[in-house]
């Protein structure tokens, strides 16, 4: 018989696990250990496989301006996408006015979330005082800092340096292994997460904000498929059809942790194995993405901006609704890092609008199942800019070894 694919077996596994919630209903938590196995099992190999490969990298490239211009494009192209993404999640809301007509509680307090550290500080605590210390609590990017650097450092000195360099790329050779392994159980722990998510959620809770949670799909798949295709068959001449499938085991182990930072190694498999992405590259760009790049947050934050606005019957302006975009894509760099990012978001905008902060608990409810697709479009368009950095690298490399040729 022919052996049955990763994704397929995700795919199975997430459709037996709707069905199972459904039926079975919250009694289905006991499957719950499952999923929990799964992601500590992704966990343990984040911090030392984002380290080892982002090091050898660096190293291996041994070029200050190429890793300044990798950065450049990068977080340019996180920003614009982000841009794109609320515009579509504040087109939409308008459009089909998920927050009209409604008739349901509306919450007269809210637990306050923690305060986004301003961008200075923000900048200032990517600079780690303890590197070690950031390896152990897993702050991302401080260590993307300290692995640049150290590549750097391993470069600069040459020759001393190459027992450390073998180090390195020996452990990312160990990892990628290790990461291999914990895919085979991938299926298992996709069960375990998504069942007890739908045994949980009933029609009763859905019901009254169905409206909400289709606009949010719908703008987030028309982001993924709009921008995101375009942007791949544009600047790097892949199909996208290509581009979906090769990305999809990772999108869907997204939706079901509701995780960039807990997908990161399957991201990096699958844009290293499906989509031909160096490993200098995605192990630069997916970082990256996993702590800054929050496209389907930002989408879910025009939607739901909008739907707090018309539920109170607050009519926002065209000035207003420029300031939520600017606003958010900012914002989505600024709370790099901080846990609840999503949340913290969404306060800051609803409170720049001068709209009652108590509306954010309407939707806390469905909030997990909103986060499923978000994570989902933010792992997927992580992807999309590991493919278009590391075409625009080959490019230019091409045209530098065809310069020296000549």
């Known amino acids: 018989m022919k052996k049955i694919g990763l994704l397929t077996q995700i795919f199975i596994a997430f459709i037996i696990a709707i069905i199972a919630g459904v039926i079975v209903g919250p009694s289905i938590e006991v499957v719950r250990p499952l999923g929990d196995l799964f992601l500590n099992l992704i966990k343990f190999i984040i911090v030392p496989l984002v380290l080892s490969s982002l090091v050898v990298g660096v190293s291996g490239t041994g070029d200050i301006k190429k890793i300044g211009r990798m950065g450049g494009i990068t977080i340019f192209y996180y920003l614009a996408t982000t841009a794109i993404a609320i515009t579509i999640g504040l087109g939409l809301a308008n459009i089909f006015g998920p927050g009209k007509g409604l008739d349901i509680p509306a919450a007269t307090d809210t637990a306050e979330p923690a305060e986004a550290p301003g961008v200075v500080d923000t900048l200032l605590n990517i600079i780690p005082t303890n590197p070690l210390a950031s390896l152990v609590e897993g702050n991302m990017l401080q260590i993307i800092f300290f692995a640049i650097f150290l590549g750097l450092g391993i470069t600069m000195v040459g020759e001393r340096a190459k027992p450390v360099y073998n180090f390195f790329d020996g452990l990312a050779e160990i990892m990628y ?145 420029l300031s939520i975009i600017l606003m958010a894509t900012l914002a989505s760099i600024g709370t790099a890092g901080v846990p609840g990012a999503g949340l913290i978001m969404l306060t800051m905008v609803v409170t720049a609008v001068e709209l009652p902060v108590a509306g954010i608990a309407l939707i806390a409810g469905i909030d997990r199942i909103l986060d499923m697709i978000r994570t989902s479009v933010n792992v997927t368009g992580d992807a999309s800019a590991a493919v278009i950095v590391n075409a625009v690298e080959e490019k230019r490399e091409l045209k530098a070894s065809s310069g020296v040729s000549m």
Not at 240 to 263: D, M, W
């Open 177 to 321: 292994k290790i990461t291999g392994i914990v895919m085979k159980v991938a299926p298992i722990g996709v069960f375990g997460l998504i069942a007890p998510t739908v045994g949980q959620y009933g029609a009763s809770v859905l019901l009254p904000l169905i409206k909400v949670i289709l606009v949010v799909y719908l703008g987030c798949i028309l982001h993924a498929a709009v921008t995101y295709g375009i942007s791949v068959k544009l600047f790097a001449k892949m199909n996208p059809i290509k581009f979906f499938k090769g990305i999809a085991p990772a999108s869907l182990v997204a939706f079901s942790t509701t995780s960039s930072s807990g997908t990161l190694p399957v991201s990096i498999k699958n844009t290293e194995e499906n989509l031909g992405v160096s490993r200098k590259v995605s192990s630069f760009v997916l970082p990256l993405g996993a702590t800054i790049n929050m496209d389907g947050t930002a989408l879910y934050q025009g939607v739901c901006v909008i739907f707090i606005a018309q539920f109170f019957g607050i009519d926002l302006t065209f000035a207003q609704q």
